[in-house]
């Protein structure tokens, strides 16, 4: 298992936006943080596209047993999604580490190594400033 210093800064700002996303669900749907998950993977790229993409990705899909639609939500309400989980990562006082309110997850399949708010919340600035 890495350690927060071996991975990516990519990795962690990508890991830890799907965590804000997560905890954000039930504040916009009729949904738990636990009807989805994420993981951020870094992956080969064909040579020939090596200039047109980043090798780390992050996927979020529903958790349940052929999905509840909730992923799909997320996506379609991209914008309320974004702004609320800026809104409830920004608001909680804990440290850069986060906390189990607004970034941890016992469900976390990463084992919730490579989390750190600030930088999450950086990322998450990004979308919101299209």
Not at 27 to 47: H, I, K, N
Not at 68 to 93: H, M, Q, R, V
Not at 103 to 126: F, R
Request: charged fraction near 20%.
């Amino acid at each position: 298992m890495n350690s927060i210093n071996e991975v990516n800064p990519v990795q962690v700002a990508l890991h830890s936006l799907t965590h804000f996303l997560e905890k954000s669900v039930p504040l916009l749907f009729l949904a738990s943080e636990f009807d989805v998950s994420s993981v951020v993977v870094e992956r080969q790229l064909e040579p020939e596209k090596k200039s047109n993409a980043h090798p780390i990705v992050g996927y979020i899909f529903d958790s349940n047993h052929e999905g509840n639609g909730t992923t799909e939500a997320i996506f379609t309400d991209w914008d309320n999604c974004i702004t609320k989980a800026y809104e409830l990562a920004s608001s909680c006082d804990c440290n850069d580490s986060g906390c189990p309110k607004c970034l941890t997850s016992h469900g976390c399949p990463e084992l919730n190594v490579g989390l750190h708010k600030t930088l999450g919340l950086w990322l998450v600035e990004q979308f919101l400033k299209k």
